[in-house]
């Protein structure tokens, strides 16, 4: 484990910014990109995902356990997250038949 | 320090491979290798408890989700919709402007220092078990109100009417 954590000594804080943002980015355009509902979902969870990192890696930076423990709320959140989407979507699938999100268009006002 | 950027390179491949798949089944199976990264990536960082709970939760409890609703939803047809190239091209743009405005507001603060662990038992199960049953006691035990309503949400949600509402 010595071995593991001497390999980050020398990573710069800002390219652990940098990756976050790169992913946070690719979730973003996930979700404007797709129209499988399941796919929306999962590049939500790219840009959760993208957070949990900067966080943790702004922990260490700082000394401060605090950031980890964060994660750990926001991975619960994101279960239960999951858990309710997913419902969602399948009862839409139940009532459309089809999982693409133009089908939903009559929620516009 | 090269172990990073190989693995953040991989992160960054996976994490494209996600939204550029066709197939669904092979998105999410790219989700899982990027979730996997993001795994090794908190070894790198020595936070041991949030390395297991990434590999326990997200791999496991949360892409199987993920499986078994498409399996429910049975498409496994290639013809799924696209939108419009337009649409593409302005969603690539949009996030580009995103990522821009991130990467130029970075470029101001000018601070890059090395992250160094200064305690090396920061991420432990001990030290952060401490931290979240001081300080962190009552978002604890809300998040487990949340967790609750969660699974009475989605079983009332996914439960199918058995008759037909009469209002």
Same mark, same amino acid.
């Given at each position: 484990m010595e071995s593991f954590t001497n390999a980050i000594q020398s990573?710069?804080?800002?390219?652990?910014?940098?990756?976050?943002?790169?992913?946070f980015t690719i979730g973003v355009i996930g979700v404007l990109l797709r129209r499988n509902a399941i796919i929306i979902f999962m590049s939500v969870e790219l840009m959760l995902n993208a957070v949990n990192l900067l966080l943790t890696a702004f922990s260490v930076y700082r000394g401060?356990? *605090?950031?980890?423990?964060?994660?750990?709320?926001i991975m619960a959140l994101a279960? *239960?997250?999951?858990?309710?989407?997913? *419902?969602?979507?399948?009862?839409?699938?139940?009532?459309?038949?089809?999982?693409?999100?133009?089908?939903?268009?009559?929620?516009?006002? | 320090m090269s172990t990073f950027y190989f693995i953040a390179f991989l992160s960054i491949f996976f994490a494209i491979l996600v939204i550029t798949a066709r197939n669904p089944v092979h998105s999410i199976l790219y989700l899982v290798l990027t979730f996997f990264t993001f795994t090794i990536h908190y070894i790198l960082l020595n936070a041991q408890f949030l390395a297991i709970v990434n590999f326990i939760v997200y791999?496991?409890?949360?892409?199987v989700l993920f499986l078994y609703t498409l399996m429910l939803m049975?498409?496994?047809?290639?013809?799924?919709?696209?939108?419009?190239?337009?649409?593409?091209?302005?969603? $690539?743009?949009?996030?580009?402007?995103?990522? $821009?405005?991130v990467v130029a507001s970075l470029k101001t603060m000018t601070v890059s220092e090395p992250v160094v662990l200064q305690n090396?038992?920061?991420?432990?199960?001990?030290n952060l078990g401490k931290v979240l049953f001081n300080e962190f006691l009552l978002p604890f035990e809300v998040s487990s109100l949340l967790l609750l309503s969660a699974m009475?949400?989605? $079983?009332?949600?996914a439960t199918k009417d058995k008759q037909p509402k009469t209002i």
């Open positions: 990573v710069p804080l800002n390219h652990y910014i940098l990756l976050s943002a790169i992913i401060d356990a *605090a950031g980890q423990v964060f994660v750990f709320f279960a *239960a997250e999951v858990a309710i989407g997913l *419902a969602i979507i399948v009862m839409i699938y139940r009532n459309t038949n089809s999982l693409d999100i133009n089908v939903l268009n009559r929620l516009k006002w | 791999m496991g409890a949360i892409l049975n498409l496994n047809k290639d013809n799924e919709p696209m939108k419009s190239n337009i649409v593409k091209i302005a969603a $690539v743009f949009g996030g580009g402007c995103l990522l $821009v405005t090396p038992d920061l991420g432990l199960v001990k009475v949400g989605a $079983v009332l949600l």
